[in-house]
């Protein structure tokens, strides 16, 4: 089954949980399609674990359309969330719009992020308009580092946390389809979860949001630059990967590799022929 926004939110409707995880290429996309995640997020932290920036405010539109194009051939159910990357949106309505549909015709996105609350619902109001699904990303907003001075959990005084229920009520009534909640005490996303009827996706808010999403390379352990508190690694890739590099690494060494099994034949008097 296609997941849509209108499925996303019957989920939210039914209680069932939503999935979604960070992509960025085209066999990890297949291996998520395999087996049935909801959505996927080609988000800007691509800017991290893909090109090794320190941060996400490097990455480019070019950058996104790229990776969201690569990821979009690799799936068929999934729904497709792209984010906007810095400045794509921020310096105007007009902007936002554009790029947001450069997103959608050239990356192949069904819904595209961006990161903000009030502040940013007239992008949103106007990018809905233009008939473009929209998520939006409020409390830990990397995009804001310089002005959060660290990545630091959000909404822990009475004003900060009800900056984020009106945030969360505002992007809502601007046309959201569903909100992304980072870095949030448990109990706040809970609240905010309950007053919304869009589904609100946590990554470091606790259980009671309506999904998850982590990036790919932190739950699989691949990712070691660090490793923040609300990350469960559920599987040592970067282990396996780094035993495997060795193991070649022996083997072309030691010439054990290739073998006969993994090498083309040709017949003999072909060879002798070139004597
Ligand atoms: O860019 C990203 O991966 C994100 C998630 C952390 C939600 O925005």
């Known amino acids: 089954m296609k997941n849509t926004i209108t499925t996303l939110k019957a989920q939210k409707e039914k209680g069932e949980k939503i999935t979604m995880l960070t992509c960025y290429d085209y066999s990890t996309a297949k291996l998520m399609e395999e087996v049935g995640i909801n959505t996927i997020l080609v988000g800007d932290s691509l800017g991290n674990t893909m090109l090794g920036y320190d941060d996400t405010l490097q ?7 790229h990776h969201c194009a690569a990821v979009s051939r690799g799936i068929n159910d999934i729904l497709l969330v792209c984010d906007m990357p810095f400045m794509s949106y921020q310096t105007s309505v007009y902007d936002a719009v554009v790029n947001a549909g450069r997103l959608v015709k050239e990356g192949h996105a069904n ?4 990161e903000g609350g009030v502040e940013v619902c007239p992008q949103i ?6 008939s473009i699904p929209v998520c939006a990303h409020i409390g830990l907003t990397p995009q804001s580092i310089n002005s959060f001075g660290g990545y630091k959990v959000q909404g822990k005084t009475e004003a900060t946390a009800k900056k984020l229920l009106e945030d969360a009520l505002a992007v809502e009534k601007a046309g959201a ?3 992304v909640l980072e870095g949030v005490p448990a109990a706040l996303a809970k609240h905010v979860t309950e007053k919304l009827s ?10 009671g949001c309506d999904g998850q999403v982590l990036v790919y390379q932190d739950m699989l352990g691949m990712f070691s630059d660090y490793v923040p508190k609300f990350v ?3 599987a040592s890739v970067g282990e396996v990967m780094k035993n495997a590099f060795a193991e070649y690494k022996k083997e072309v060494e030691n010439s054990t590799f290739p073998s006969e099994e993994h090498t083309y034949a040709i017949d003999d ?3 002798e022929k070139l004597y």
Request: net charge negative.
């Open 269 to 271: 008097e072909v060879i």
């Open 198 to 207: 869009i589904p609100t996706i946590g990554i470091g808010a606790g259980a």
């Open 111 to 114: 819904v595209v992020k961006l």
């Open 177 to 179: 389809s569903m909100v």
């Open 125 to 130: 109001e106007a990018i809905v308009k233009a």
């Open 59 to 65: 990455v480019t539109m070019e950058d996104m359309i």
């Open 232 to 234: 469960k690694q559920f």
